[in-house]
C-alpha cells in the first residue's frame, strides 16, 4: 500500500512521542510524560483518518494559513486580556498571596482553546478581508 | 467578492477538486471561493484564471462596496 509521504513522517512521529512520553514516565515525570503519550495516540489515531484522505483534502494552503494568522492573533489579544484581568484581581481582591504557578494554568488553557475555537469558527465561517 | 469560477468550472467540465489540484489548494478553499466567503491572494487568483485562460477581472468580480 503507497502511503503518501507526509502519513509516514507523521507515523515516524506520533511513535517517538509515545516512545518519549513512556520514558518520562518511567523518569517519574508523570504529567509530562502523560500528555506526551496521549498526544502522540491521538496523533497516532488521527493518521488513520487523513491517510484515506486526499491532499486537495489536508492541504496546509493560504486559507489555511489566514486563518490560522487570524486565530492567532484574536487568541494572543484574549490572553493578554485575561493576563491583565488576573493582574487587577490580585493587585485589589483578596487573592494577593496568588503564585505565577497557581495561575499560568488558566492563561495558558485560555490561549489554547481560544486559538483553537476560533480557527474552528473561521474554517467554518471563512474570512473576507 | 463574487467569482465566476463556477461557471468556468462548469464549462471546463471541471471538479472542485480537480481545480484545486490544479491550482495547489485544498477543495474547501474553492468551495469557499466559489460561495464568496473568501478572498483570494493575488497569486491563487492569477492562477485560477490561468487555467481558464482568462483575465482575472472575467474570473473575480469586485464590488467596491465589498468589506
Known amino acids: 500500500m503507497k502511503m503518501r509521504k507526509d502519513v509516514v513522517t507523521r ?86 498571596n496568588v503564585r505565577f504557578t497557581d495561575v499560568y494554568s488558566i492563561v495558558l488553557f485560555t490561549g489554547l482553546y481560544a486559538w483553537i475555537i476560533l480557527r474552528f469558527y ?3 465561517k471563512g474570512i473576507l478581508e | 467578492m463574487k467569482t465566476r469560477i463556477k461557471e468556468f468550472r462548469a464549462k471546463y467540465n471541471m471538479t472542485q477538486e480537480e481545480l484545486a489540484k490544479k491550482v495547489g489548494v485544498r477543495r474547501e478553499t474553492i468551495v469557499f471561493l466559489e460561495k464568496g466567503k473568501y478572498n483570494p491572494s493575488l497569486k491563487l487568483a492569477y492562477k485560477i484564471a490561468k487555467v481558464f485562460n482568462v483575465r482575472i477581472e472575467d474570473l473575480f468580480i469586485f464590488d467596491e462596496n465589498d468589506p
Open chain 1, 122 to 124: 473561521y474554517s467554518k
Open chain 1, 11 to 96: 507515523f515516524f512521529i506520533s511513535a517517538f512521542m509515545i516512545i518519549t512520553g513512556t520514558a518520562l514516565w518511567i523518569l517519574k515525570l508523570y504529567a509530562l510524560g502523560g500528555g506526551i503519550i496521549l498526544a502522540g495516540v491521538v496523533l497516532f489515531l488521527s493518521n488513520f483518518y487523513y491517510a484515506k484522505k486526499p491532499e486537495t483534502e489536508i492541504l496546509y494552503d493560504e486559507m489555511m494559513r489566514r486563518i490560522d494568522e487570524k486565530a492567532g492573533y484574536h487568541a494572543f489579544w484574549i490572553t493578554i486580556i485575561i493576563l491583565t484581568i488576573l493582574f487587577w484581581i490580585c493587585k485589589y481582591s483578596s487573592y494577593k
